[in-house]
């Protein structure tokens, strides 16, 4: 059989399918991995799952149910997976004791689990004389994980920037009118916020657009509407007469607090204590990027987009993972820049890039738009 490294041609199959059924979670799971898993006897598939929402069976457990569904016998199967098996009671049991007992004999892993709290599964198995792989397509399972990664390992949440500008770098007009520069690659923005945990935009977004910040793609499949985060140092939003009036309230899901989430300088108890059933208010007398990337992971919140405006994207620009630039063949010549609160040399402007790369470039079917993608090189988070 043809060799590719440690593993052949047909492990390569069975984990990519492992990690085509792993991307169905992605937007379900947070905060936990989306992963997928196989099992395979004889050159068939008898069994295949994912982790399908946060609270639910892992994917190595939907896998082995499914083959028992189908009257499978396991004994003697192999198993790929893209993320290692958990060893520890969480809201799920061990995924190691379900293999164990299965009678799995091998267990292909596309990569480790960075979790401590997981567990050692690695050890667990091969202890119980099942045969351990480790490495196979561990990139591409690392890019699906990438928010869990970037959360268990540097304990603050995977940032992306999403901005839409004119050809000539302006996210609105000077008079602030920023609405629909873009409009074709609309479907983009709305998978990336279902995708996300959490959505932040700057009090005189939520003032100026009165924005929904909710996910709308198809009405015929179930997509999760982001945690709102609003940065309001000088509580603008907080004295309006009734801030629950705002498009932003009418929808949230409870997958975390069901409530918007608003930092802020400003400080009326009495303010806070009326809006505390619909806004979780955090006060504090310096507001960084540093100090809300921190206290969202203490509030396991995995990912955040960050979606506007200038002053929020210029201070977020320095912890960006990943940057979704929209351009529109349109140019403002006076206007708001997407940076301009950021004052560089020429010979500084660069360093701030210099860990990231294009990764993808997407043309709009009318060809008045365009789409780059800026994404960190490494993967090692």
Request: hydrophobic share 35%; charged share 25%.
């Amino acid at each position: 059989m043809e060799q590719y490294g440690n593993f052949t041609k047909v492990d390569y199959y069975y984990m990519k399918r492992a990690l085509s059924l792993a991307k169905k979670g992605i937007g379900y799971v947070n905060p936990n991995p989306p992963v997928g898993a196989v099992i395979v006897k004889e050159g068939k598939i008898i069994g295949s799952g994912y982790h399908r929402a946060y609270g639910q069976h892992h994917a190595e457990r939907v896998a082995i149910i499914n083959a028992k569904n189908n009257g499978a016998d396991l004994r003697g199967a192999t198993m790929y997976v893209t993320l290692e098996p958990c060893d520890h009671y969480g809201k799920t049991p061990p995924c190691t004791d379900a293999i164990i007992e299965a009678g799995i004999s091998k267990v292909v892993v596309a990569t480790r689990d960075p979790n401590p709290a997981s567990g050692d599964g690695t050890t667990k198995l091969r202890n119980a004389g099942i045969d351990v792989q480790i490495g196979l397509m561990e990139e591409e399972a690392k890019n699906i994980m990438r928010f869990f990664i970037k959360s268990v390992t540097n304990r603050i949440p995977y940032v992306t920037i999403k901005y839409a500008a004119t050809l000539d770098g302006k996210i609105a007009d000077l008079e602030g009118n920023s609405k629909w520069i873009t409009n074709t690659m609309r479907k983009i923005v709305h998978k990336l916020r279902h995708e996300h945990m959490a959505i932040l935009v700057g009090a005189n977004t939520i003032l100026k657009d009165n924005p929904y910040l909710n996910t709308r793609l198809s009405e015929n499949i179930k997509y999760l509407n982001p945690i709102k985060i609003i940065l309001d140092r000088e509580g603008r939003i907080l004295k309006l007469e009734d801030p629950t009036n705002l498009n932003i309230f009418k929808t949230t899901d409870n997958h975390c607090f069901g409530k918007v989430i608003l930092f802020t300088s400003h400080k009326d108890d009495s303010r806070v204590k009326s809006l505390e059933e619909k806004v979780m208010v955090i006060h504090s007398e310096e507001i960084t990027p540093k100090f809300i990337l921190k206290t969202l992971h203490n509030l396991r919140i995995n990912s955040l987009l960050v979606e506007g405006g200038s002053e929020i994207f210029s201070q977020f620009l320095g912890f960006a993972d990943e940057i979704y630039a929209f351009y529109a063949l349109k140019v403002l010549g006076k206007g708001l820049d997407v940076f301009s609160c950021i004052n560089n040399s020429l010979e500084d402007s660069g360093k701030q890039f210099k860990d990231f790369e294009i990764s993808k470039l997407t043309v709009s079917q009318d060809k008045k738009e365009f789409m780059v993608v800026i994404k960190r090189c490494s993967l090692e988070l």
